[in-house]
């Protein structure tokens, strides 16, 4: 931990404050109330000879809660982007992948709802971008919150107040999670004495989708007095999906795969069904206490992956074409997934004259089930699977998680040079899932002659089958104070103490080889399991915040923080492998360290690294940056320079033997880099906004083992480490937006505003240390444009997103190694289908309706 000098900050600041003006650099975005449909007095504007305002606009800024106050953006000295209701209608936003490209410095990966959509903030990101089936934690560098309440959900953007995103780690006040930053959902209250309806709606089409998408939805706000009112939300999306899967099989383990009779196309087959609703009911009993009590859900059903087998050497078997077309998808089953969120919230917030007590509880589950192609992981084993002329496998995966959380915290509000915030946060998590691996008439090709391996003919098909239970606590008190040492200079420390206790269980079982009579267990005898004490874990530390403002002037704030973020070490679920003895199979399992294994060619290897488990990792970072109001008001720029240490970092990688997805530590890397963000409304008619940002993240440090690599012939089980320098997957080294707006009065007193946007990020890495096993996606850039005609209580928008059709991949499964001959036990070729890329949506061309009732 650095011992932070004031003396060399200030001066830092005063040298840098001109340089980063000058620079791209980035932070908080400020994102303006709109005021083109307001008369110029009410704007503050002069009127021109023609009754337009004059250039003088002053762009409000947006008021957020981040620091647990209520003050506007450019007034907090940390780098905060808001993104209001109103941009979020104007733009058509409708969840996080719409919204995120319109941030500076942080990056998704839109993979579709299938796979679930990581989340990188400032490069901090080392797991393949491609890989992965419903992660439920964005990522997990990045914490997500609805309200007060730690939860991760991809949310769909309705009926919201505002999203507001932090840049940096945000361990003092936000916890674990909050390596990168932290985002928060921040929805619309009920509000008193106000009867108000909206209904909305959307149609539109891809171009390359046999059938339109639709949405419907609409909220009510029933403030029956001035101290109480219910608000409720509900909305369902149909999303055609534009992903053919063009090989699926007739009948599982009868229909050869790679022949051209028994199969069939599918159109549109990752298309998505989704409800979203919210009950908000809110209490003021009596002066000062404000009471909210929320239920969200959200349940989605997802048809299957949004990938394309385009670069990959696989025959259209179809069509007979050379290859599957770009939209086009080679797997083999369909690969449908229902996710299913659900919070009951409570936060209560009570004015004790000194300070404001706010109390925060949550309830929540989760739950998926889905299955998927297993076909190309079994085959690239090279178990014999690949003999079996019509071998498909698939997998079920189904998990259950339950979390509550309970936040205490006290914010000053007596004013003076001191202000501060205290508080308390525990968090109970407990979780259980299985996989289960099927492989139909498998079993009967290989007992028979001339394989005869007398494997369990399981009337199911069950071949493989593994359950993880895992329950975590967790405890943390926080706090901050700040002095303000003389007019506009204030310091800020604060800090978080945390502890917590991870215990884990998990079974792997291969039915194959056990008796008929073995029944694999159900999830509610999984929550019986015994916690494995091999697996326990425990750990606590304390976290640091410093942070210096000034004031330079009115409308020029100047600043420099080093702050800490954390994550939670775990388990990986895989069970421990046997001493090895030579001549033998030590199956799927994970490695301890310094444990033997089989590694090929009669050699035996030593592992040197942990596969069972992984330790917590952490961040540190170093930023300075400015935000100033320019231009009499109508121009708002900020900026940021930062650089974050990542300590023990955790990265995805796999094990050994059978090459299974786990989580192992580095030693370490680093981010670096500028951000820029700039608000700027020439005339009440116009507004502009644009963001840039630049990246340089890397590793620092050597990884043992951390990618394996294929050698053709064959797949073996060889790895590559990762070295010093490697680039971190996911983020591209420079990125930007930018948005324009213009508003035409009409004679009839209603409104045209016209709108376009253009989004741009440079190439990235898919995985680290992937030289020769990895992938380079190309840049690309994607514009959105959109016409309204806004009349007093409708609005009607016509729209086209990626208005160029532009072709973009964000992701990649695999590597083009893998597209090698592997050939049945007949001879005849088995078209391997691991290497496949995630795609943006091509050109949608729709329109959005909105109707507004009441007072």
């Avoid at 696989?314 to 069509?319: A, K, N, S």
């Avoid at 990986?572 to 003895?581: F, L, P, S, T």
């Amino acid at each position: 931990m650095k011992n932070y000098n004031k003396q060399h900050t200030l001066r830092s600041l005063l040298l840098c404050s001109t340089v980063i003006a000058a620079m791209s650099a980035t932070p908080s975005w400020a994102q303006t109330t709109d005021t083109s449909d307001l008369p110029p007095e009410e704007t503050g504007a002069e009127p021109d000879g023609d009754g337009n305002a004059s250039p003088e606009v002053p762009t409000s800024t947006i008021i957020v809660t981040a620091t647990r106050r209520a003050e506007s953006v450019q007034d907090i000295p940390l780098n905060i982007t808001a993104i209001g209701g109103e941009q979020i209608e104007e733009q058509g936003l409708t969840e996080l992948s719409d919204l995120l490209p319109f941030v500076p410095g942080i990056n998704i990966v839109d993979r579709g709802g299938r796979q679930g959509n990581p989340i990188i903030v400032r490069g901090l990101n080392l797991d393949a971008i491609g890989s992965g089936d419903g992660n439920n934690d964005g990522g997990g560098t990045v914490a997500t919150y609805i309200g007060e309440i730690p939860l991760f959900v991809d949310l769909k953007l309705n009926d919201l107040e505002r999203v507001e995103v932090l840049l940096g780690p945000q361990g003092t006040l936000y916890g674990a999670g909050t390596l990168g930053g932290a985002i928060r959902y921040i929805p619309r209250k009920p509000q008193f004495d106000e009867l108000t309806t909206e209904v909305r709606s959307e149609l539109s089409k891809y171009l390359q989708a046999e059938s339109a998408s639709y949405q419907v939805g609409g909220t009510i706000n029933l403030g029956l007095d001035d101290r109480f009112a219910i608000r409720a939300s509900l909305d369902y999306e149909d999303d055609s999906g534009f992903i053919d899967y063009v090989n699926v099989v007739d009948t599982i383990g009868v229909t050869n795969p790679d022949t051209a009779a028994g199969l069939r196309r599918i159109e549109d087959a990752d298309g998505e069904q989704t409800l979203a609703g919210r009950l908000a009911v809110r209490w003021e009993p009596i002066n000062g206490l404000d009471l909210t009590a929320t239920y969200y859900y959200q349940r989605a059903e997802i048809e299957g992956r949004r990938v394309s087998h385009y670069r990959s050497d696989v025959p259209g078997l179809i069509d007979n074409e050379p290859s599957v077309g770009r939209y086009e998808s080679a797997f083999r089953v369909r690969e449908p997934n229902t996710i299913e969120n659900g919070l009951f919230a409570l936060e209560a917030t009570a004015d004790l004259g000194f300070a404001e007590l706010t109390s925060a509880t949550g309830w929540s589950t989760f739950s998926d089930d889905g299955q998927r192609d297993q076909t190309t992981l079994l085959i690239t084993l090279e178990y014999s699977y690949e003999l079996f002329p019509s071998f498909t496998a698939f997998t079920r995966e189904v998990g259950e998680s339950d979390r509550f959380n309970q936040e205490l915290r006290l914010v000053s509000t007596h004013g003076g040079p001191i202000n501060w915030i205290v508080g308390a946060f525990y968090n109970k998590l407990e979780s259980i899932g299985s996989s289960s691996e099927f492989t139909p008439n498998y079993v009967p090709y290989v007992n028979a002659p001339p394989l005869g391996f007398g494997l369990t003919d399981r009337p199911d098909a069950l071949e493989y089958f593994s359950t993880g239970r895992n329950q975590l606590e967790e405890f943390a008190v926080f706090g901050e104070v700040g002095y303000e040492l003389f007019d506009g200079f204030t310091v800020t420390v604060g800090g978080r103490y945390y502890n917590y206790d991870l215990q884990a269980a998990s079974t792997v079982d291969f039915p194959l080889f056990e008796p008929p009579s073995y029944t694999p267990l159900l999830l509610s005898q999984i929550e019986e399991l015994a916690f494995d004490p091999d697996l326990a874990q425990s750990d606590d530390g304390f976290l640091f915040k410093a942070n210096v403002s000034w004031d330079v002037t009115d409308d020029m704030l100047l600043y420099a923080t080093v702050s800490e973020g954390y994550r939670i070490g775990g388990v990986n679920g895989v069970a421990e492998c046997d001493a090895y003895v030579p001549g033998s199979t030590q199956g799927a399992c994970a490695l301890a360290p310094g444990q033997q294994y089989d590694a090929g060619n009669g050699q035996v290897g030593t592992s040197n690294r942990d596969e069972r488990q992984f330790t917590p990792d952490q961040t540190r970072n170093y930023e300075i940056g400015m935000k100033s109001t320019l231009a009499d008001g109508t121009l708002l720029l900020n900026a940021a320079l930062y650089y974050i240490d990542w300590i023990d970092p955790q990265l995805g990688s796999a094990t050994v033997n059978a090459n299974i997805p786990i989580t192992v530590n580095g030693e370490g890397a680093e981010s670096k880099g500028v951000e820029l963000s700039a608000d700027w409304r020439p005339t009440n008619r116009i507004n502009l906004r644009a963001n840039f940002s630049y990246i340089d993240s890397q590793l620092t440090a050597p990884v043992p083992d951390l990618v394996r690599t294929i050698s053709p012939p064959g797949f073996g089980s060889a790895f590559e480490d990762g070295i010093e320098g490697d680039r971190l997957p996911g983020s591209p080294e420079t990125q930007f937006s930018l948005f324009g707006a213009y508003s035409l009065p009409l004679a009839s007193g209603d409104n045209l505003r016209f709108n376009a946007s253009y989004s741009w990020q440079g190439d990235i890495e898919t995985r680290a240390g992937g030289r020769g096993n990895g992938l380079t996606l190309g840049s690309y850039g994607v514009a959105n444009a959109a016409i309204s005609y806004e009349a007093d209580r409708f609005i009607a928008t016509l729209f086209a997103d990626n208005l160029f059709d532009t072709f973009a991949e964000t992701g990649a499964i695999g590597t083009s190694l893998s597209n090698q001959d592997v050939f049945d036990f007949e001879g005849d070729p088995v078209y391997v289908r691991g290497f496949s890329t995630h795609i943006l949506p091509p050109r949608q061309i729709g329109v959005r309706l909105k109707f507004m009732f009441g007072n």
